[in-house]
């Protein structure tokens, strides 16, 4: 996945604007580049979890379709632990085949930004350019 290092600047904001609860949100991407940030509201509001209101992920996607862009990133962060995809996230993404994640953890002295494909339960790094 390739994506402009402005563009990270802003989910990597987000991420410590949000703490320490987890912040989350997408990325449209066309031709396996990161072209926009959209970050959402953590209806959760939880430092555990994150949850995308369901009207505004529609909204999104309907939005990205019409810049030709296509949704297929989420991002989020994880405040307490390692941007590792949690159990959670690994059971979150069966409803989202073929999207990828980025999880920035906050955890440390200095943020850490990972990105993953998860697919039937396996886990594997995306590497980001």
């Not at 990270?8 to 604007?17: F, G, I, K």
């Amino acid at each position: 996945m390739r994506i402009a290092p402005e563009l990270l600047d802003q989910v990597v904001a987000h991420a410590l604007r949000d703490a320490p609860d987890e912040c989350c949100g997408l990325l449209g991407v066309r031709d396996g580049e990161a072209v926009s940030v959209h970050p959402t509201e953590n209806m959760a509001a939880s430092p555990y979890r994150f949850e995308i209101d369901g009207r505004v992920m529609l909204r999104l996607l309907d939005e990205l379709e019409g810049r030709d862009a296509a949704p297929g990133l989420i991002y989020h962060s994880h405040t307490r632990s390692e941007p590792y995809p949690s159990q959670t996230d690994i059971n979150f993404a069966k409803n989202w085949p073929g999207w990828q994640w980025l999880i920035v953890g906050t955890a440390g002295p200095e943020p850490l930004v990972r990105c993953y494909e998860i697919e039937g339960g396996e886990v594997r790094e995306v590497t980001l350019a």
